[in-house]
């Protein structure tokens, strides 16, 4: 005969109340089944358990002994029960900054109602690469043109600042216009940045331009070169704080959308964190429409988050 958890169960729950009758009051069994489990245990381990004493059972010392073993099994087989299968966690990909205020707040909000079912984010050079080669269930990005391969939600909106060195003239203002970079090169971060080669027609010294491959190189170019400048929201100035670095307001400049992109043909966790981002972020109309130039002296962000 093979011993069973109810075995086990049965035995440890005569341990504690001391008697069979009891036991089988508590566990909801009649007392015959309760003493027939027990002499099959008592024989699958060929020893003597239990001290049977009127209406009272006590453990031998056998039985004190195999009591603890049994609870630490019961523990473990409750615990497994109890614990629902993980499945493997929703990633996210994107490129540059993707700790944004929407994002901090799904993160936080959706964790605490899908305790099994993690969500986390990964830096990628191409996040669209990673959609398609299902290196990611989704992507989080900014300033695209929307493509019918990929459905997509916008989730936030930023102001964008102008960085430049801790040095130049420009640190000390309040806010930047475009008039005051007329003589600038614009620095573009080639991967994952949101700023057009053009600055939306503005004129500035493209002599000066330069081109980085990434977001530490960018930050590393503006606090070291003379005369150039970036663009970038705000919670990127806020993530990639630098002793070097200044970051201003800008003045009269559009914001930054950024959008959460997913492929049609996808996991069902994917289509329930949608959901959840839907039920979470302002709608479409309150994101294109809210105020976008931050306060003068400041490159906080309200999150648009609810």
């Not at 994952?192 to 080669?197: A, D, E, S, V, Y």
Request: aromatic share 6%; with cysteine; charged share 20%.
């Amino acid at each position: 005969m093979q011993v069973e958890m109810r075995h086990l169960r049965i035995f440890v729950t005569i341990v504690d109340e001391g008697s069979m009758v009891r036991a089988a009051q508590r566990l909801g069994l009649t007392q015959p089944s309760v003493t027939r489990a027990m002499q099959e245990l008592e024989q699958r381990l060929s020893t003597t358990l239990l001290t049977r004493a009127g209406r009272g059972a006590t453990p031998t010392t056998v039985g004190r002994e195999f009591a603890g073993t049994a609870r630490r099994l019961l523990k473990t087989f409750d615990s497994a029960l109890d614990a629902p299968a993980q499945t493997p966690p929703l990633l996210i990909a994107y490129a540059w900054s993707g700790l944004i205020p929407a994002m901090e707040t799904l993160f936080r909000t959706w964790r605490a109602q899908n305790p099994h079912q993690d969500v986390e984010l990964a830096r990628m050079p191409s996040p669209f690469v990673a959609l398609d080669t299902a290196t990611a269930d989704l992507a989080l990005v900014r300033e695209w043109t929307a493509n019918p391969r990929y459905e997509y939600l916008p989730i936030d909106r930023e102001p964008r600042v102008v960085a430049v060195s801790a040095v130049d003239p420009l640190a000390t203002r309040a806010t930047v216009s475009f008039a005051d970079l007329a003589a600038y090169g614009l620095v573009r971060n080639s991967q994952g940045g949101t700023t057009p080669h053009h600055l939306w027609g503005h004129p500035h010294n493209s002599v000066r331009d330069r081109i980085t491959s990434d977001v530490e190189d960018w930050v590393t170019t503006i606090a070291t070169t003379q005369s150039v400048f970036g663009v970038t929201p705000v919670s990127t100035a806020d993530f990639y704080q630098h002793p070097a670095v200044a970051y201003i307001p800008l003045q009269q400049a559009p914001a930054v959308i950024s959008s959460l992109i997913w492929s049609a043909s996808r996991r069902p966790e994917i289509d329930a964190f949608v959901d959840h981002a839907r039920r979470t972020v302002r709608p479409l109309a309150e994101i294109v429409s809210a105020p976008t130039t931050p306060r003068a002296g400041t490159s906080a962000l309200t999150p648009v988050c609810g």
